[in-house]
């Protein structure tokens, strides 16, 4: 039996949106995020190969690089926490409308650079 | 009860449990990202590290397979593709977090 389940049209025949670009980013930065996880997994595995090992993933997170996709994670789960909170109050019937929309998807957007500093700043002075 | 209500369901619970721990894990992130290996080792065996990164990984790997599983449902038209990349996909959920938790309990300085 042929599947009639229609598929999503190409992004490229809509014009842009504020809520499109948060959509999309959505997706991209859930996909990053799971890899990110499992990069952490193999990263967790690897101590129990012991010190000397380790200092390899030490000295790279020493490295502009190393410290470039410590920041790039931070925004990217950072990115989903505000927006993942969007959809929750979507799915309490609430900000549906145009304005309220366009509202909500800036402060996910800004909203997440400015949560990404306030980790960083909380992270380094404060927890554990 | 039909099963596209249910996935709904668990993806809204899942995702509201990860908001915290989320949370959590980045801001621990951020500490010990470049800390030595006997602070690492010590965090991961400490408690509620232990327990706290177990549910986050658990949580992340149960929503992230259920959310791209609805991604492969919008892009990948053959039902074939879409069956192997799913079982893919939901082995990979149970596989990975299962070999961490049981790497972490076995974690020592």
């Not at chain 1, 996910?108 to 949560?115: A, D, E, K, N, R």
């Not at chain 2, 995702?15 to 989320?22: D, G, Q, T």
Request: contains cysteine; neutral net charge; charged residues 10%.
């Amino acid at each position: 039996m042929k599947d009639n389940n229609p598929l999503s049209p190409h992004i490229q025949i809509y014009n842009w949106h504020i809520s499109s670009l948060v959509s999309i980013c959505h997706r991209i930065t859930g996909i990053v995020n799971i890899t990110i996880i499992t990069l952490i997994c193999f990263w967790v595995a690897l101590l129990l190969l012991g010190n000397s090992n380790y200092e390899l993933i030490q000295n790279f997170f020493g490295t502009f690089f190393g410290k470039f996709i410590i920041i790039g994670t931070v925004w990217s789960f950072s990115f989903q926490i505000l927006s993942e909170i969007r959809h929750l109050f979507w799915d309490l019937g609430l900000g549906f409308e145009l304005k309220t929309s366009n509202i909500t998807g800036l402060l996910v957007i800004f909203g997440s650079f400015i949560l990404t500093i306030l980790i960083f700043i909380l992270g380094r002075s404060l927890v554990l | 009860m039909i099963n596209a209500t249910k996935k709904w369901i668990f993806l809204k619970i899942s995702s509201f449990v990860l908001v915290p721990l989320m949370l959590w894990f980045l801001l621990n992130l951020v500490l010990f990202y470049d800390k030595s290996y006997d602070e690492v080792v010590l965090f991961f065996i400490s408690q509620p590290t232990k327990f706290l990164f177990s549910l986050f990984i658990i949580f992340a790997y149960f929503y992230s397979s259920l959310s791209i599983s609805e991604v492969f449902e919008d892009y990948i038209e053959s039902e074939k593709l879409k069956n192997v990349a799913n079982r893919l996909l939901y082995s990979f959920a149970i596989i990975i977090p299962f070999l961490t938790i049981i790497v972490i309990f076995n974690l020592n300085i």
